[in-house]
């Protein structure tokens, strides 16, 4: 080869490894520079949190099942069976849009033959109707829980423990079960029920037994209370049957019993035992009802205020910070009729009332509702 091709030769491939060279160079180059540019740690954009929201569940409450012979008679198939369904169809709809559904179960269902004043007994029917329509959770400590003795309480814990997703407080049948003081859930509020008494009619719980009856003492709703608090019950709702019968104005033990279960953190006590209509108030934070009187009964030669009861509603709102309040409280009188033959019994909001039934309804009610908002 030419000395002069040569040299062209050796530019040549010396301009291509240096081309080659510079190439190498500039992706190295690139490289590091789309290292830089790309963080180690992508950052991820978090979605904003959900701030936390308050939690409600509703509940409904009626008075008292007192059942009388009246009631039972007129419920009777004549085969030793009872319906009592027919006497609560204006109330089915008016419950069935609350979460809880409140009532007193005042005559114990004891088992045998109904029985009527003074020691009541009532068929279980009463029970079973009032459970078809939505009830769902029951009082059991009244005046009349020992009416039919211990055997009464245990027929009827057993009874109502036949009863799907209902919920009752008040009698037992052991110390264990009597303790358990359970907490429930509804809409994920957790919550307590528990019910005691002041009254006894004069009849005493069995010595060593008082599991059979919460009789008020404020020692033992105090320990309940811890207890319940301890398992986590975000709202405390109690039963308290108090008071003397047929006063439409709550008495001083009342009011400081009332006073005494607000200092121990309950949300809303639910009243019973006068039979008649009390006023709705608050004491501190907590709620309270101080009677809702009969829900049925054979009371109309007692007066009309007998058979006058009320129907309360109100949402239970538990706020992110565990605070509680209520919304939406209303309430609506019901009436108890029945004919000049005891036959007939129906429980009737005042809303579907008419002068046919009873005579002027409309005044009635402007002043039985304003019963409601006595000052206590």
């Not at 701030?51 to 198939?77: N, Q, R």
């Not at 009789?215 to 308290?240: L, P, W």
Request: net charge negative.
């Amino acid at each position: 080869m030419k000395k002069g091709k040569k040299r062209i030769w050796i530019f040549l491939l010396t301009c291509l490894l240096v081309l080659i060279l510079v190439c190498i160079v500039f992706l190295i180059q690139k490289k590091e520079e789309s290292k830089e540019e790309t963080p180690s740690n992508p950052v991820v954009e978090e979605k904003p949190k959900e701030e936390p929201k308050a939690k409600k569940m509703s509940i409904v409450m009626v008075g008292d099942a007192l059942i009388h012979g009246a009631v039972y008679a007129d419920a009777s198939l004549g085969n030793g069976t009872y319906d009592f369904s027919k006497m609560f169809t204006s109330i089915e709809p008016i419950i069935s849009k609350y979460d809880l559904r409140y009532y007193n179960q005042e005559s114990i269902i004891g088992g045998g033959e109904p029985k009527h004043y003074p020691r009541l007994n009532s068929p279980k029917e009463i029970g079973e109707d009032l459970v078809s329509i939505g009830f769902n959770l029951v009082s059991l400590a009244n005046n009349h829980s020992l009416d039919q003795n211990e055997a009464g309480i245990l027929y009827s814990n057993d009874f109502w423990k036949t009863q799907e997703n209902v919920i009752t407080a008040g009698t037992y049948s052991s110390f264990e079960e009597r303790n358990e003081l359970p907490v429930y859930s509804q809409n994920g509020i957790t919550y307590a029920f528990l019910a005691y008494t002041t009254k006894t009619n004069g009849l005493n719980v069995p010595s060593g037994k008082e599991y059979l009856l919460n009789v008020y003492d404020e020692k033992q709703v105090k320990s309940d209370i811890e207890a319940v608090k301890a398992k986590g019950a975000e709202v405390i709702i109690v039963s308290m049957h108090w008071g003397d019968e047929y006063t439409h104005v709550p008495t001083a033990e009342e009011k400081e019993i009332a006073l005494y279960l607000s200092s121990l953190g309950v949300n809303l006590i639910i009243g019973s035992h006068p039979h008649v209509i009390q006023p709705i108030a608050y004491v501190g934070d907590t709620l309270v009802i101080y009677s809702l009187g009969n829900f049925i009964s054979a009371q109309k030669v007692l007066g009309l205020e007998k058979i006058i009861g009320l129907l309360v509603g109100v949402e239970i709102v538990v706020e992110p910070d565990s605070t509680v309040h209520f919304e939406n409280l209303s309430s609506e009188l019901l009436y108890t009729y029945y004919n000049s033959k005891n036959r007939d019994f129906k429980v009737i909001p005042f809303s579907e009332l008419t002068d046919d039934i009873l005579k002027n309804h409309s005044e009635i009610e402007e002043e039985y509702l304003e019963i409601l908002d006595r000052e206590v």
